[in-house]
């Protein structure tokens, strides 16, 4: 593809002024923070803001000349070393500058990514803040050339016609080619725009949010307005691959570009264990990112559709992906392999995950006569007082460089009492698979991690898993003269409601306060009363 038949456009607020948009959307999105699990994060951890990780922003305008792509740092709330600038028209290391012009959509992008107020991210190490075109020119289509150096790239644009509509097929998939390869080489991950869509307007997900390598990343707002859809136009993947609440794909796409900051930046600390790589490698953030997502009404998938055509993954919530993330490395304890195409039931093994939310980084090695198969053993009974459990695995591996297809990875849910499937994830084209089972029973079960043999793109691939079974549990205790309501931070995405029978229950969060959160647990202070009156937790709660 050449640089003259892309267009980058930009997707947020077309048709109001600027002071106007500003002023409809931040008072509403700060209040997304807690929608997202960054409040409950910040009530729950100490200092996880980005520090030390360094990040891009490509921006642009491609009809203005020097480009507008710049983020003033007074209007973010950063001081002017964070940047950097770059654009045809030069490099400059302060602004103002002659690379380029100022950029509300930039600096609106910029609060939610890394501002002082709004921002996810409030510390990132650095900014690589540069036009569009630029950036994909000397970086993405030419891999020649030294990389940018950055650990992830928020790319708040598409690549479109000038009329919105989508590149021939074959020019998408030369796109999404480009930036898988540069991730593979380089182990950047990089956060797209799905594009924004509307609710009758259902257009398909635009580039480079099509990317194997990549997160693509949905918008979704109470009042109806929500982003592009799935799946891709090119062979049915499923793609976007994460949600966040947000009035446009400009604005949800830096929040989640904040959280892999965030995970980046926990990960080097050593908060998911010693091994730093593992953790912070594009596959496991990735990973917890979209197994830590809460799924909101509406939401499905398929065995062999493992995301949302809407949601993806589900909405994005920090915390969850955090306390995965610090759950640390679980290794499999055993390894099968079986003739290619035949039965993998569960295998007698005493072994047993040490925890239930975690995740791991390995490889896995099939052959050109056999399937090879990772077992994770899990008891999910801890604190379950006989109740059901909710399962989400997410398995993340990547396109090769220069490889048109991927490996073929599946994940599988066994009962081992009864070696019964519970659950599987068997995507063709995705290298994203991905189990959710909200009603899982207490027991023993083997998640496995499997590779197809025969004939494949390597022998080897390395993938990341991410993990979670959770059983919330709520309950009610004195306060002085009153009673409260109290449930764990995490998992998080839980709301709670009230009926006053339980025999034809009428569901509502009706007088109910707003939820706080003390001594590391969420908390609903309520007055005594002799009437009857249950409380349940519901997941979602948007």
Known sequence: MTKSELRMLRFIFFGGIICAALSFCRPVLAQFHDQIGLTALRAATTNINGSGIRVAQPEGDVALNPPAFEVNPANVGQPAALFSYASAAGTAGFYPNTAGTNSWHAEDVGNYFYGTIYGVATNVAHVDNSDADYFYTNYISNLALPALGDSLVNQSFIFCNDDYSHFPISQEQDLDSQYDNYAAQNGTLFISSAGDGGPTNQARIYPSATCYNGIGVAAYFPSGAYSCIGPTLDNGRCKPDITALSTYTSISTPLVSGAAAMLLQ??????????????MDMR???????????????WTNGNSTPLDARYGSGMLNILNSYEQLAGGRQSNFVFTTVSTGGAHPPVPSTNTMAVLSGWDFGTNTSSTVSDAIKHYFFNVTNNSGG???????????????NKTTINNLNLFLYDCATSNLVACSTSLVDNVEHIYKPDLAPGRYDLQVWKAGGSTVTTNEIYALAFEFIAPSLNLVPAGTNVALTWPLYPAGFLVETAT????PA?????????GITNGRNYILLNATDANQFFRLRRPNF
């Open 387 to 401: 109740g059901k459990f909710i399962a989400t695995a997410t398995l993340v591996w990547n396109r090769h460089k």
């Open 284 to 298: 496991t953030i990735k990973a917890l990112l979209l197994n830590g997502a809460v799924k909101p009404l509406g």
């Open 266 to 279: 926990a990960g080097a600390r050593g908060d998911g264990g010693g091994d730093t790589n593992s953790v």
């Open 507 to 515: 569901w509502t969060t009706n007088n109910l306060p707003a939820a």
């Open 501 to 504: 029978n339980l025999v034809s």
